[in-house]
């Protein structure tokens, strides 16, 4: 664990493979810690400046406009310090929740869950959501194509990357458990 008295923890999939549902419940069992929703807190901070054909590539003109990132920054692909988060991430105890993960900070995370979830599991999940069928299909590819799991090792250690699997509700209790787990052997909690 980095020189934080208490951890960071990334947890990170595609849509719908269950990010909010597990970070709220890591948070919830973990006494101090904090579920940090990324998403919610550019839609929050009305952060969603006009639309872009790709809207995954427009989330992330977006966040890196809010995160007080330089444009360039994404085309070199450097990281830089993201100042609305930096104090609060240096105290520690943040579950962060996002469906991407190569421009955060390094430093900041102790852990880097990355959730997977089967493509027949994906898809109603996604079309419970009431999601177009274009959109489904863009996530489920996504998910085919391990884009998330492959951000995260070019972008963090790989020791310090978990990918589990959240297809089922006793998968989510064993993740949950696991990530806890984790955290009261780093802190003594
Ligand atoms: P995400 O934040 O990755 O978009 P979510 O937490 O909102 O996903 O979950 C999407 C839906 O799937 C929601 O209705 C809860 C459900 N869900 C999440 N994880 C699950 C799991 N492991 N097993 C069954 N259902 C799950």
Not at 89 to 94: A, H, K, T
Not at 103 to 125: A, S
Not at 139 to 166: D, F, G, P, T
Request: hydrophobic share 35%; with cysteine.
């Amino acid at each position: 664990m980095a020189e934080r008295k208490v951890p960071n923890i990334l947890i990170t999939g595609t849509p719908g493979t269950g990010k909010t549902t597990t970070a709220e419940k890591v948070a919830e069992a973990l006494a101090g810690f904090t579920h940090v929703n990324v998403g919610d807190l550019v839609k929050t901070k009305s952060l969603h400046a006009g639309k872009h054909e790709d809207e995954e590539f427009d989330s992330k003109v977006v966040l890196f406009q809010w995160l007080g990132l330089r444009w360039h920054s994404f085309h070199t692909g450097r990281r830089f310090d993201c100042d609305e988060l930096e104090d609060q991430m240096s105290q520690g105890g943040n579950v962060v929740d996002f469906h991407t993960c190569d421009f955060f900070p390094e430093r900041w995370f102790d852990l880097v869950v990355v959730l997977r979830t089967d493509n027949d599991i994906l898809y109603p999940r996604l079309e419970k959501r009431g999601y177009s069928t274009k959109k489904i299909q863009e996530n489920v590819e996504c998910e085919i194509m391990c884009v998330v799991a492959e951000e995260a090792r070019e972008s963090y250690k790989e020791e310090i990357i978990w990918m589990l699997q959240s297809n089922s509700i006793p998968d989510l209790e064993a993740n949950v458990a696991r990530i806890t787990h984790q955290v009261k052997q780093w802190t003594g909690m």
